[in-house]
């Protein structure tokens, strides 16, 4: 895709392009790490919550 950029455009677009691409790609990262701790939180909960009600009756207890 670059290759085509330079080829049409010139080196200023493939430049611009590739700043662009860097700047999203981190952007990216720290929005997946923001979202990605909640559903960590959220997901441990969910468990501690089901091993609890498991605890409470001894016959569902997994072997």
């Known amino acids: ?17 590739s700043i662009g691409f860097i700047t999203i790609d981190i952007v990216n990262a720290a929005l997946w790490g923001l979202s990605g701790a909640p559903d960590i939180m959220i ?3 969910l468990a501690q919550t089901t091993r ?3 605890e409470k009756c001894p016959s569902k207890q997994p072997s």
């Not at 895709?1 to 200023?12: D, E, H, R, S």
């Open 1 to 17: 895709m670059q290759l085509k950029l330079v080829n049409m455009l010139g080196i200023t677009t493939a430049t611009a392009f």
């Open 43 to 45: 997901g441990q909960s």
């Open 52 to 54: 609890k009600e498991l």
